[in-house]
């Protein structure tokens, strides 16, 4: 092997390990894979998903506990969509799999006005197809290929646009309570998924088959990570470490910390913010003030 070519393999493998790395700490700080777990992988095709399960298959080698891999798909009927491509990549590495069909694509065709964007209704429908199909075959975890750049695009989307300070959490119950999804790609740049699944030659399947655009929002919101990436390498990073060390003492949610028991120096009652106020004061149905923005409109 010549000198090139060993410093090709010696980059690939560093990112292999690195990758390796950073799903294996997130899969123990988060507590997301234990004993006898039988976890479906859902595979959209994207480079994000396929090298989530090809990380998840070098680590189940030599993971402390025995849990299984079954990689899923939910072919959405598409137009144009390759139904050879996944079947043929996963026989040719052996893992179990299975390919559900639902025509999710005519459904949003139907119900989104021409020129809006599907992705909305299209990724719900995708999720009650897979999440349905879990509870039959009792897959004990589901996990996503969210990454590190998606948990911090959403964190923006919803400070932004939601009022709320929320990202997509690692590890998380479902509404209903029956389903355990977990993201084993939270640590992961999306960066260095796009080069491993260059250099492991993914077929990728791309989403846009359907001809739907991401929405305005997320778009503005990608712009300006991508911006102040180019401009202050590391503030991303800097971000996502943030997104794990929340302070709820230096936030102003009382429901996160109890700023009223803070400093008191008698145990009689305080009064409410009628007593404040008077009659007039905004409130919640909850009782509890109208948030000051609101109140200033
Ligand atoms: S690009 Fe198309 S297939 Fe992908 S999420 Fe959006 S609507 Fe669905």
Redesign the pocket.
């Known amino acids: 092997m010549n000198a090139a070519l060993r410093k090709l393999e010696h980059e690939h493998n560093r990112l292999a390990k690195r990758l390796r790395h950073q799903v294996g700490r997130a899969i123990a700080d988060f507590g997301m894979i234990e004993e006898g777990d039988r976890v479906m992988v859902c595979l959209s095709g994207g480079k994000d998903s396929y090298t989530m399960l090809d990380i998840l298959l070098q680590l189940q080698k030599k993971a402390p506990v025995n849990f299984s891999i079954t990689a899923v798909n939910l072919d ?1 009927k ?1 137009p144009g969509f390759p139904e050879h491509v996944l079947p043929q990549y996963l026989e040719s590495i052996g893992v179990e799999y299975k390919i559900l069909e639902q025509d999710t694509y005519s459904v ?1 065709k139907r119900v989104v006005p021409e020129g809006k964007t ?2 909305s209704l ?2 719900r429908l995708r999720r009650g197809a897979l999440y349905t199909y879990a509870e039959e075959q009792g897959f004990s975890k589901i996990a996503l290929g969210h990454h590190r750049d998606d948990l911090v695009a959403t964190f923006f989307l919803n400070l932004f646009f939601h009022a709320k300070i929320s990202s997509m959490p690692p590890k998380l119950l479902s509404d209903d309570g029956k389903h355990v999804v977990i993201r084993p790609l939270t640590y992961v740049k999306e960066d260095d998924i796009a080069t491993y699944a260059e250099q492991r030659a993914f077929p990728i399947i791309p ?4 001809g ?1 655009q ?1 929405n305005l929002q997320r778009k503005q919101v990608k712009r300006m990570i991508d911006q102040w990436d180019r401009e202050t390498p590391g503030r991303i990073d800097t971000i996502a470490r943030a997104l794990g060390d929340v302070r709820p003492s230096q936030l102003a949610d009382p429901k996160l910390f109890d700023f009223l028991a803070l400093g008191r120096h008698s145990a009689a009652p305080l009064p409410d913010v009628h007593g404040w106020l008077g009659s007039g004061a905004e409130v919640e149905a909850d009782g509890r003030p109208a948030p000051i923005a609101l109140q200033l409109a």
Not at 207 to 210: A, D, E, I, Q
């Open positions: 959405q598409q949003v599907m992705c299209c990724s989403c846009t088959l359907c739907s991401e």
